[in-house]
């Protein structure tokens, strides 16, 4: 569990959007050019994951701390009780500069810029680890409700408004909604219920649920996953039940302008990429 102690090892930071100082001085008569890929993790803190699946999360942000890459993490969970969206860390890694570009610039600018950029990979993943390790260790499974759909939509706005050419949402949510529109649960919220996707899907357009992720790619942890206080009974649950959920996430998505590339019920069997 090395890695897991790497990434979450860092102090806590405040809620920014700028976490990674840029390298780009205005001397150097460059600018970065648009970032090609941006992460958003998306934390729902209703859901409480176990160390494995906190691992899996903090194994997928990895690879994209690196240039060219920009992050964001974001918190989610009931707007009833109190409970926001939130920011807790964003960065960009910058892109490097051209070589055509760099032969024009003075040597000790360009030693300043790559000493910089060495080290931005790192401040991003402090920033991240921090954000991590406050988002799991703030999560609960005694909230009541949970806005999974009006948050998601929510925060679809920000993804969309991303600059970057390719989009990555990571999504660690039980994705069991639990709201004033529609349940999830079965009885006593110890079960997952059986629902119908295509009725599901309807109640979501009644209620201006869907949103636009400007084409980005989801991968999501934690399908279907249960308090582990739950009772025994809640542990199994059947394939009927976990294909009809699935299905309905692949559709509303899908709706949504964004593609599902795979669902972890409740462990990804692939990386993300």
Not at 63 to 69: Q, S
Not at 146 to 166: C, E, L, N, Q
Not at 206 to 217: E, I, K, S, T, V
Not at 256 to 262: G, I, K, W
Request: aromatic share 8%.
């Amino acid at each position: 569990m090395m890695m897991l102690a790497v990434v979450l090892s860092a102090p806590a930071l405040a809620a920014t959007d700028n976490a990674v100082a840029s390298c780009y001085d205005a001397r150097l008569g460059v600018k970065p050019a648009t970032v090609g890929t941006e992460l958003f993790v998306l934390i729902d803190q209703t859901t409480v994951f176990d160390p494995v699946l906190q691992q899996q999360v903090a194994n997928s942000v990895r690879p994209f701390m690196r240039a060219d890459h920009a992050f964001s993490v974001v918190t989610f969970s009931a707007f009833s009780q109190g409970r926001y969206t939130q920011v807790l860390a964003a960065g960009t890694i910058e892109p490097a500069i051209g070589q055509a570009a760099r032969d024009d610039i003075s040597k000790p600018l360009l030693s300043k810029f790559d000493a910089c950029a060495k080290r931005q990979p790192q401040v991003a993943m402090q920033a991240i680890g921090s954000a991590l390790r406050g988002a799991f260790a703030n999560a609960s499974a005694d909230l009541a409700k949970s806005d999974v759909m009006a948050s998601i939509k929510s925060i679809s706005a920000r993804v969309k408004s991303s600059p970057a050419r390719r989009k990555v949402v990571l999504i660690a949510s039980d994705m069991l909604e639990n709201s004033s529109v529609t349940t999830f649960y079965g009885s006593k919220g110890q079960s997952v219920r059986q629902i119908d996707p295509g009725k599901e899907l309807k109640l979501v357009a009644d209620n201006d649920l869907f949103g636009d992720f400007g084409d980005a790619q989801v991968y999501v942890v934690g399908a279907g996953l249960l308090a582990p206080d739950a009772g025994k009974k809640s542990t199994y649950r059947d394939p009927k039940t976990m294909r009809a959920l699935n299905a309905f996430w692949n559709a509303y998505f899908q709706k949504s302008q964004a593609t599902v590339v795979e669902i972890g019920q409740p462990a990804l069997l692939n990386d993300v990429r």
